[in-house]
C-alpha cells in the first residue's frame, strides 16, 4: 500500500535555530517528492520539487533532500522565523505510465516556531 | 506564474441548501484539475479528479451526486456541494495542473460550514 509517514508530528523550536522534518515512504513506482507549506486556513504552497535523481533541492532557507533507495526525504529549515509556523507536507507522487499522476500525501508536521 | 484562484475563502451555510466554490487558473490552462477535503489536523484528501470536456472522476466514498463537478473550460472547476450538512463542514482545497502529475499548483481553499 503507498503510504507517506511524517514525523515528528509536531515540533516546537525557538527563533534563529535550525529544524529537521523527516518522511518516509513506501510508494512505488516513484515520480517525484514535493514539500508543501500550508499555514492554518490556507492552501500549500510549494517548496521543493524532487525526481528520482535528485538528492537535495534548496529555496532559500529550506533544503530537502532525498535518498531514493531508503525511500526517505527530510526538509531542513535554517535559521526559523516566525513566519515559518505552519504545517510542512510531503506529498510523493506515483507515476503510473504515464496515466494521470497519483499525489499520496503525508499527514504534515506541525511546526510552532516561538519568539 | 501558476495561479490557482479559489472563491469563497469561506461560507456559512443552513443544513440542505447547496453551495459552489470555484477554482480558476489565472495564467494557464489547466487541462485537469483535482478537488480535496481535510478535516482539522488530517491529511488533503482527494475526492475527485475534474477534466476539462468530460465527466469527473470521483474517488471511493465519494458521493458523486452530492459533490457535483463541472469542468467546463480550461481555467474554471466548479464543486457544488449540493443539501449540504453540518458533516459536510470541512476545508475543500482545489488544485490544477497543465500537466498530469507534475506542477500541481494549489487553491487558497475554502472554509466551509454549514449550520
Known amino acids: 500500500k503507498n503510504q507517506v509517514e511524517q514525523s515528528p508530528q509536531s515540533l516546537i523550536i525557538l527563533e534563529g535555530k535550525n529544524c529537521t522534518l523527516q518522511c518516509n515512504y513506501t510508494v512505488s513506482p516513484f515520480s517525484n517528492l514535493r514539500w508543501y507549506k500550508q499555514d492554518t486556513g490556507r492552501g500549500p504552497v510549494s517548496l521543493t520539487i524532487m525526481t528520482f535523481s535528485e538528492n537535495t533541492k534548496s529555496n532559500g532557507r529550506y533544503t530537502a533532500t532525498l535518498d531514493a533507495d531508503t525511500k526517505q526525504s527530510s526538509l531542513h529549515i535554517t535559521a526559523s522565523q516566525l513566519s515559518d509556523s505552519a504545517s510542512y507536507i510531503c506529498?510523493?507522487?506515483?507515476?503510473?505510465?504515464?496515466?494521470?499522476?497519483?499525489?499520496?500525501f503525508g499527514k504534515g508536521t506541525k511546526l510552532s516556531v516561538k519568539p | 506564474g501558476a495561479v490557482v484562484s479559489q472563491h469563497p475563502s469561506w461560507v456559512i451555510c443552513k443544513s440542505g441548501t447547496s453551495v459552489k466554490i470555484e477554482c480558476r487558473s489565472l495564467?494557464?490552462?489547466?487541462?485537469?484539475m483535482f478537488w480535496y477535503r481535510q478535516f482539522p489536523k488530517q491529511s488533503l484528501m482527494l475526492m475527485a479528479t475534474?477534466?476539462?470536456?468530460?465527466?469527473?472522476?470521483?474517488e471511493q466514498g465519494v458521493e458523486k451526486d452530492k459533490f457535483l463537478i463541472n469542468h467546463a473550460s480550461l481555467t474554471l472547476s466548479t464543486l457544488t456541494v449540493t443539501s449540504a450538512h453540518p458533516e459536510d463542514s470541512s476545508f475543500y482545497i482545489c488544485?490544477?495542473?497543465?500537466?498530469?502529475?507534475?506542477?500541481?499548483?494549489f487553491g487558497s481553499g475554502t472554509r466551509l460550514t454549514v449550520v
Open positions: 495564467d494557464f490552462q489547466a487541462t485537469t
Open positions: 488544485s490544477a495542473s497543465v500537466r498530469p502529475g507534475y506542477g500541481y499548483t
Open positions: 475534474s477534466n476539462e470536456g468530460s465527466k469527473a472522476t470521483y
Open positions: 506529498v510523493v507522487s506515483a507515476d503510473y505510465g504515464g496515466s494521470q499522476g497519483n499525489l499520496i
